[in-house]
């Protein structure tokens, strides 16, 4: 296991690269012609890039995210406002929260109540409706990606929190693509108890964090190429027969 001190230096080593991409893409913003398009992605790379490091704790998780930002920025269209209601309508009551996030991100966090027994990565049935309403309709939206991101809390150690934090995000993930959600669009992290919400020395507290967060984005620069008309060429002018010539129509 890496020593404290190795993990600091390569976290700080992560940002200062991350930082620079995103000193980069500000510097090249200011140049009169570049475009939103381009403005937009340079950002997304900075910013990935240090959510990268923050994340990864490495060179190359910022890489990994510098090239997640880099896609563009998410943004939030009419398709977004009308899945937050229906996701708002779908959870009344349920504990579930149904926030948009500060980078235009669809956030749903789950807690214990509705999804995952202590030491369980079995689904439970009341968390079943709020999936299925979840992914109606993604299947028609290719400019989507999700995320999702497992919790335990702190009882037992590391190294089995660690693992049974990415298999809640798995099991959530592979029950969102077995309702048409492409798994390729699907992207799934385990936490452990390293992010908690609330103390773990309250069952209360241990509840809370013993939780899975659904991220839904939908990227600005993920749109499908359109296929462009291609022309068609003009026919060929019928020959003439030899040794007639042509005659001009009166």
Not at 21 to 44: I, K
Not at 167 to 177: E, N, P, V, W
Not at 182 to 206: F, I
Not at 220 to 230: D, I, K, R
Request: proline share 7%.
């Amino acid at each position: 296991m890496p020593s404290s001190s190795s993990t600091v230096r390569s976290f700080a080593l992560a940002a200062t690269a991350a930082a620079a991409v995103l000193a980069s893409g500000c510097a090249d913003m200011q140049a009169p012609t570049m475009s939103p398009t381009a403005r937009n992605t340079a950002v997304g790379a900075g910013v990935g890039g240090l959510a990268g490091a923050a994340i990864g704790h490495d060179a190359k998780g910022a890489a990994i995210g510098a090239g997640l930002g880099a896609l563009g920025g998410y943004v939030w269209s009419q398709h977004m406002e009308q899945k937050k209601q229906a996701m708002q309508q779908a959870t009344v009551g349920t504990g579930v929260q149904v926030s948009q996030t500060a980078d235009n991100q669809l956030k749903l966090n789950i807690p214990s109540d509705i999804s995952f027994d202590t030491g369980r990565a079995d689904i439970k049935p009341n968390l079943r409706p709020i999936l299925d309403q979840f992914a109606s309709g993604l299947s028609t939206q290719p400019n989507t990606e999700v995320r999702i991101v497992g919790h335990t809390d702190s009882t037992g150690t590391a190294a089995i929190n660690d693992p049974l934090s990415l298999r809640r995000a798995d099991a959530t993930r592979d029950y969102l693509a077995a309702r048409g959600v492409d798994p390729r669009r699907v992207l799934t992290a385990g936490r452990g108890d390293h992010e908690p919400v609330a103390e773990n020395t309250t069952d209360t507290g241990r509840a809370r964090n013993r939780r899975v967060e659904i991220f839904l984005g939908e990227r600005s620069n993920m749109a499908a190429a359109q296929p462009q008309p291609q022309s068609q060429p003009m026919p060929a002018p019928a020959p003439t027969s030899a040794g007639i010539p042509a005659r001009p129509v009166r």
